[in-house]
C-alpha cells in the first residue's frame, strides 16, 4: 500500500504488518495522498465499545468462619457509542455464594463518539464454614451491540498468617511459607542464591540473623538469610491475609530488582471493603523512592561465580495507613514478582 497510514477499520480485528526493506531511501510514503489525515478532520469514530478493569486481582477471606464473609471489587468500565450506551455489569459466583453488583440499575452514558468511564461495585459473600480454597469471581460487562467482555478475581479461603512471638501494640508478621524465593548467598557459596533471575543475591552475612529485627523504631520478623533457606515473597497478585487486630498501619520492607516498580497495593478490611494505595520501591542499587525509606544498606551484593561484586544494594520500608474505625484483614500485592516482600508488621 502507498500510504503511511491505516484505518482502525483495518486493523481492529488483528492482523500481521509486513515490511520490505531496501538498502536505500524509496520514494514510499512521500507522495501527499500518502500523508495521515489532519486530526483536525478526522470522522468521528462510530465504533460502538465496551472494556473493563476488575481490582483488585484478588481478595482473602478466613477459612471455616462461623459468620458470612465478604469482599468487594471495583470495575472500571470504558464505553462509547456514536450517541449513547447502556453497560450492564453482572457477576458469577461459586455455589451458595452471593453477589450485589452495585448500582442495580443499568446507567446510560451519553458519550456522543467519545469513551466515557464508569465504575461499579461487586460484593461477594461467602457463607459461613466456607473452607480453604480458591474461588473465582467472574464479571461479564456487556452493552447492545457489543462483545461482552469477561474479567475474573480471586478469592482465597485460607486459615490467617500469625504474629511472630506474642502479640501486642505491634505484630511483626510471620510470612513463612509465602516466602518463596532465595535472594542471598554467601562469599564461600555464591551459587546458593538467585535474587533477580540473573545470578546476582544480598549477602547473606550483612543481613540480620532470622527472628526480631527493630527498624525506624519497627520491629519485623526477619526471615532465614542463611544456606539455601526461602527469604523473601514474590508479588503475583496474591492476597494475605493478615492476623485479626486494632491496627493503624501496615509496614512493609520490600525491595525490586531490574528498576523500580511502581503499583497499587490493596488494604483489605474485615467489613469486606478494600482501599488502593500506589506505592513505589525503588530497585536494590538505587535510593529510597518518595514515600519510602532505606532500613539497610549493604557495600556489595554477591554474584553467582564469582562472589563479592558492586554496588552497594538496599532494603525500603513504606507504611500504609489503615483506615480510622476499620481492621484490617488482608494486603493484596502488585502482579510485578520484580516487588519482593522481606517482612509485614502491622502497627
Known amino acids: 500500500m502507498a500510504k503511511s497510514w491505516l ?8 492482523g500481521t504488518l509486513t515490511h520490505t526493506l531496501g538498502t536505500s531511501p524509496s520514494s514510499w510514503g512521500t507522495a501527499a495522498a500518502a500523508e495521515p489525515p489532519s486530526v483536525n478532520r478526522a470522522p468521528a469514530d462510530g465504533r460502538t465499545h465496551v472494556d473493563a478493569t476488575l481490582r483488585p486481582a484478588s481478595a482473602a477471606l478466613p477459612a471455616g468462619s462461623a ?6 471489587f471495583q470495575v472500571d468500565v470504558v464505553a462509547q457509542a456514536p450517541v449513547a450506551i447502556t453497560p450492564r455489569v453482572t457477576a458469577s459466583v461459586p455455589a451458595g455464594w452471593t453477589e450485589t453488583v452495585t448500582p442495580q440499575v443499568p446507567k446510560t452514558l451519553v458519550t456522543r463518539h467519545l469513551p466515557i468511564g464508569a465504575t461499579a461495585t461487586v460484593t461477594v459473600q461467602a457463607p459461613a464454614g466456607t473452607p480453604a480454597g480458591a474461588y473465582p469471581v467472574r464479571v461479564t460487562v456487556s452493552a447492545p451491540g457489543t462483545a ?3 474479567r475474573t478475581a480471586s478469592v482465597t479461603v ?3 498468617l500469625t504474629c511472630a512471638g506474642t502479640p501486642g501494640a505491634a505484630c511483626p508478621v510471620d510470612l513463612g511459607a509465602e516466602r518463596t524465593v532465595d535472594g542471598t548467598a554467601t562469599v564461600a557459596a555464591p551459587a ?12 547473606a552475612g550483612l ?5 526480631p529485627v527493630t527498624w525506624n523504631g519497627v520491629t519485623y520478623q526477619a526471615p532465614d538469610p542463611a544456606g539455601t533457606a526461602k527469604n523473601l515473597v514474590p508479588a503475583r497478585g496474591q492476597s494475605l491475609l493478615l492476623p485479626v487486630g486494632a491496627h493503624e498501619a501496615v509496614k512493609l520492607v520490600a525491595t525490586t530488582h531490574n528498576g523500580p516498580v511502581t503499583a497499587a497495593v490493596t488494604l483489605g478490611y474485615t467489613d469486606g471493603t478494600s482501599a488502593p494505595a500506589t506505592v513505589t520501591i525503588a530497585d536494590w542499587c538505587g535510593t529510597a523512592a518518595p514515600g519510602s525509606t ?4 549493604m557495600p556489595h551484593r554477591i554474584k553467582a561465580g564469582q562472589g563479592v561484586d558492586g554496588p552497594p544494594v538496599s532494603l525500603f520500608a513504606v507504611s500504609l495507613p489503615v483506615a480510622a474505625g476499620k481492621q484490617v484483614r488482608s494486603v493484596t500485592l502488585p502482579d510485578d514478582p520484580r516487588l519482593r516482600l522481606y517482612a509485614v508488621t502491622l502497627a
Open 7 to 14: 484505518n482502525w477499520s483495518a486493523v481492529a480485528g488483528g
Open 67 to 72: 459468620t458470612a464473609q465478604q469482599a468487594a
Open 148 to 150: 461482552p467482555v469477561e
Open 158 to 160: 485460607r486459615e490467617p
Open 192 to 203: 546458593e542464591g538467585d535474587f533477580d533471575g540473573g545470578g546476582w543475591s544480598y549477602d
Open 207 to 211: 543481613l540480620p540473623a532470622a527472628g
Open 294 to 297: 532505606t532500613v539497610l544498606t
